[in-house]
């Protein structure tokens, strides 16, 4: 089974800011993490895609990088909207699992 | 456009069934892995089961197994999960989720709205 942790739990900051959220895994998954927004009250909403890719429709600001065991989320400058918790996904050997979450608040 | 949307939750006492649906539409549904992915109150998403597109790939997380069991009928458009032996750690907001692949490896996308389950005495 494949672990996923994220870094940190909970990220306060202001609009405009950089945010920079981290996610490991207990194995070498390859490229094989997304990213997902989930907003209170809503689904979870692709954001990335095999670490890097961003998924149709989302914003420039939103990048990934990463690959083996470490991977980031970047949101190069806070909106209004990005307030939200974030989740790590790997997708490896028939068992998909998520990290616990980001939490991205105002500070 | 793509849409998901589960129904069949509700308040469920320990040990009794629930079956649940999640009826699709804007896609070609039997090109399309799917799965099932809860998340329990003020909790984070687990991952609870995965279904091919032509039913042949079946896998569950392990606190499921031999309770729970997804299914599909590709003429209908429609996801299913049958929930036997509840548990109160069974309660969850449950969402379906369309899968990019056709064996269900792939990424999430998009999400249905959900529907809860609760199981308490």
């Known amino acids: 089974e494949i672990v996923l942790t994220q870094s940190p739990a909970t990220l306060s900051l202001s609009p405009g800011e950089r945010a920079t959220l981290s996610c490991r895994a207990s194995?070498?998954?390859?490229?094989?993490v997304a990213w997902y927004q989930q907003k209170p009250g809503q689904a979870p909403r692709l954001l990335i895609f095999d670490a890097s890719n961003r998924a149709t429709g989302i914003p420039a600001r939103f990048s990934g990088s990463g690959s083996g065991t470490d991977f980031t989320l970047t949101i190069s400058s806070l909106e209004p909207e990005d307030f939200a918790v974030y989740y790590c996904?790997?997708?490896?050997?028939?068992?998909?699992?998520f990290g616990p979450g980001t939490k991205v608040e105002i500070k | 456009q793509v849409h998901l949307v589960e129904s069949g939750g509700g308040v469920v006492q320990p040990g009794r069934s629930l079956r649940l649906s999640c009826v699709t539409s804007?896609?070609?549904?039997?090109?399309?892995?799917i799965h099932w992915v809860r998340q329990a109150p003020g909790k984070g998403l687990e991952w609870v089961a995965l279904i091919s597109n032509d039913g042949s790939d079946r896998y569950y997380v392990d606190s499921v197994k031999g309770r729970f069991t997804i299914s599909r009928d590709n003429s209908k458009n429609t996801l299913y999960l049958q929930m036997n032996s509840l548990r109160p750690d069974d309660t969850a907001l449950y969402y379906c989720a369309k899968d990019v692949t056709p064996r269900a490896t792939g990424w999430f996308d998009p999400w249905g709205q959900g529907t809860l389950v609760t199981v308490s005495s």
């Open positions: 804007g896609f070609i549904f039997s090109d399309y892995g």
């Open positions: 194995q070498s998954v390859s490229n094989y």
């Open positions: 996904h790997q997708r490896s050997n028939w068992s998909p699992s």
